[in-house]
């Protein structure tokens, strides 16, 4: 059975802090993004850090040359988070600098290999999902995301990275079923039907049946 992670896309320090309280005995980890990050700094990682004692995962989908993704993931451990994401796209060695610094902080690393959203087929198809998941294992990534929202592909992409972890965005909002999903993937990533749900523990809580224990 898989971890729950949260995808805290809220903007502000009040809400993020109010939500983690609530859900905090109900999820495994916590994933935020730029929404949250830009608008509050990276010191949120702390705070949320303290209030849940949970793993932190930045997923600021890292795409750039090796020494500014390099840079870019030393800020981000240094500031308290467990994981990275970065797109598997810039090529091996991209991917090597974040999963270098990852593993000098004791942290992990996971590539982008397929999004959830509808417009994704255009490009990760084709076979291109497939190379960048065995990319991201030849460059010793720890896991690759793969969508929720097309479970026929993380079986897939499984076959290719074997043992490594799977997180997978999409379950909920974007139509993702946690059912269909949870036997494939390590990590199942839900945001907006915990988050914006009036009532975001008892929302976190319907996924118990799924999560690991």
Not at 3 to 17: G, K, N, P, T
Not at 74 to 85: K, R
Not at 165 to 180: E, R
């Amino acid at each position: 059975m898989p971890d729950l992670i949260l995808a805290l896309d809220v903007r502000d320090r009040i809400s993020a802090s109010t939500i983690v309280e609530e859900t905090s005995d109900s999820i495994d980890a916590i994933k935020l993004g730029y929404p949250l990050v830009l608008a509050e700094g990276l010191g949120i990682a702390k705070l949320l850090f303290d209030i849940s004692e949970l793993p932190l995962i930045a997923d600021f989908k890292v795409a750039d040359i090796p020494n500014t993704n390099r840079l870019i993931a030393e800020q981000v451990f240094h500031a308290g988070f467990s994981s990275i994401i970065c797109h598997g796209f810039p090529g091996e060695d991209a991917i090597v600098a974040c999963t270098e610094v990852a593993h000098d902080a004791g942290g992990t690393c996971f590539v982008v290999c397929e999004m959830s959203h509808p417009g994704a087929p255009t490009f990760y198809h084709g076979g291109v999902a497939e190379q960048m998941a065995k990319l991201a294992i030849h460059a010793g990534a720890d896991g690759i995301i793969a969508p929720a929202t097309r479970p026929e592909r993380v079986e897939v992409l499984r076959a290719i990275v074997q043992d490594a972890l799977i997180y997978s965005p999409g379950i909920g909002t974007q139509g993702g079923d946690a059912a269909q999903i949870a036997d494939l993937v390590d990590g199942m990533i839900v945001g907006r039907s915990i988050y914006e749900a009036s009532d975001p523990k008892a929302a976190a809580q319907v996924y118990a049946p799924f999560r690991r224990r």
